[in-house]
Nanobody
């Protein structure tokens, strides 16, 4: 059974930092392009970042470029998202998602149905 489990969310003040993790099991993790997608209350999901199979290439949406860093450790079957300089607009439920097709890395895909697997999410709230 494939499972993605996100962790590391919480309440943080503006300007603060958080590190999210996504632990994968039940699949050959190194075969999957991985992404982070977030959904704020009342809004559609939005893709924020993706990472290549070996972690050597990363992509970001403009609003998080320079503040967020995506990484992965294939030996640990885990992906990370280091989030710095957090803003209230970053408040959302953050999901990790994966699929084996290149479009999942280049496509900036927003929706659960675009991926093969999708986690349950971890809440990030940025507020003073």
């Amino acid at each position: 059974q494939v499972q993605f489990v996100e962790s590391g969310g919480g309440l943080v003040q503006p300007g603060g930092s958080l590190r999210l993790s996504c632990a994968a099991s039940g699949l050959t993790f190194r075969d999957y392009y991985m992404s982070w997608v977030r959904q704020a209350p009342g809004k559609a999901p939005e893709w924020i970042s993706a990472i290549s199979l070996n972690g050597g290439n990363q992509r970001y949406r403009d609003s998080v470029q320079g503040r967020f860093t995506i990484s992965r450790d294939n030996a640990k079957n885990t992906m990370y998202l280091q989030m710095n300089s957090l803003k209230p607009d970053d408040t959302a439920l953050y999901y990790c998602a994966g699929c084996r097709m290149l479009r999942c890395f280049v496509g900036r895909l927003n929706n659960k149905t675009d991926y093969e697997y999708w986690g349950q999410g971890t809440q990030v709230t940025v507020s003073s």
